[in-house]
T-cell receptor
């Protein structure tokens, strides 16, 4: 049963520290999404990639967030420097058109 | 992508059918209807999707009105494990590759013993 995996599952850090979240998409999927979920904003799309190329990152704060796909099996989302308002659950999802996107379990980030 | 409207919350008795409505009156001809659900703090889970014909899989049935302006997700025999937030989403023909998919606030379904 193929699944999207995300690491770490939980991260607690102090304000100003760099945070890196990793995602392994389902093998063969060519599209990867990053979402952020908070109680106030719900699920927000931050960025998505197709064939490792960024297609849209308009939802991402550019000054501190960056998303990359070093290879087809790894997507990363970095925050530098982190701030308390970045505390949220970050979800990665992958898909292969015309099929649906499948979500990972998320990384719960707490910035103190 | 077309905007969707869903009730904020619904209750359903365990063992009964849960019927979750979604309004998407501005849907375009090439937009599909997708349903996802999110159980507590887990990642959203894909349930079903369709264009204009009714669809059924092992999880649920999707009924789309003839004018495609609304749809209903049916969980035929709701269990306590179906308690979740259900999201209705519309997006363009996935054969052309994904476009931005945004989630609304969804319907919080509470299955009652």
């Amino acid at each position: 049963d193929a699944r999207v995996t995300q690491t770490p599952r939980h991260k607690v850090t102090e304000m100003g520290q760099e945070v890196t979240m990793r995602c392994q998409p389902i093998l063969g999927h060519n599209t990867v999404f990053w979402y952020r979920q908070t109680m106030m904003q719900g699920l927000e799309l931050l960025a998505y990639f197709r064939n490792r190329a960024p297609l849209d990152d308009s939802g991402m704060p550019k000054d501190r967030f960056s998303a990359e796909m070093p290879d087809a099996t790894l997507a990363t989302l970095k925050i530098q420097p982190s701030e308390p308002r970045d505390s949220a659950v970050y979800f990665c999802a992958s898909g292969l058109p015309p099929g649906p996107a499948y979500f990972g379990p998320g990384t719960r980030l707490t910035v103190l | 992508d077309a905007k969707t409207t869903q009730p904020t919350s619904m209750d359903c008795a365990e063992g009964r059918a849960a019927n979750l409505p979604c309004n998407h009156s501005t849907i375009s001809g090439n937009e599909y209807v997708y349903w996802y659900r999110q159980i507590h703090s887990q990642g959203p889970q894909y349930i079903i999707h369709g264009l204009k014909n009714n669809e059924t899989n092992e999880m649920a049935s999707l009924i789309i009105t003839e004018d495609r302006k609304s749809s209903t997700l049916i969980l035929p025999h709701a269990t306590l494990r179906d308690t979740a937030v259900y999201y209705c989403i519309v997006r363009v023909d996935p054969k052309g590759g994904y476009q931005k998919v945004t989630f609304g606030t969804g319907t919080k379904l509470q299955v009652i013993p």
